[in-house]
């Protein structure tokens, strides 16, 4: 069964870490680009970051930038989230996803591809 599970959210205070994990099974991660996506109750959802399959290309959403960082472990079949400096507007569910790293021309627009394999999702709850 193909499909990715993110792991590690939960309720963090302002300022505080968390770090997110997205682990594959059923299929061979290196051969895909993984992007995080999160959605903020009655919000849209939005990209966070992407990483492209060897792990040399990353892109982060203005929002974000300094603040997270994304990486991965192709030995694993797992990419990973560090999020720090957490505000509660960071407050969302956080999913991950997959599209084949030969399909990204630009990873610029790394959040506008369509995505092959998606996860359930992982609650992250910032507040004091």
């Known amino acids: 069964q193909l499909q990715l599970v993110e792991s590690g959210g939960g309720l963090v205070q302002p300022g505080g870490s968390l770090r997110l994990s997205c682990a594959a099974s059923?299929?061979?991660?290196?051969?895909?680009?993984i992007v995080w996506f999160r959605q903020a109750p009655g919000k849209e959802r939005e990209g966070v970051s992407c990483?492209?399959?060897?792990?040399?290309?990353?892109k982060y959403a203005d929002s974000v930038k300094g603040r997270f960082s994304i990486s991965r472990d192709n030995a694993k079949n797992t990419v990973y989230l560090q999020m720090n400096t957490l505000k509660p507007e960071d407050t969302a569910v956080y999913y991950c996803?997959?599209?084949?790293?030969?399909?990204?021309?630009?990873?610029?627009?790394?959040?506008?591809?369509?995505?092959?394999?998606w996860g359930k999702g992982t609650l992250v709850t910032v507040s004091s």
């Open positions: 996803a997959a599209v084949r790293g030969s399909d990204v021309s630009y990873y610029s627009r790394c959040f506008d591809y369509a995505m092959i394999y």
């Open positions: 059923g299929f061979t991660s290196d051969q895909y680009a």
């Open positions: 990483i492209s399959s060897s792990g040399s290309i990353t």
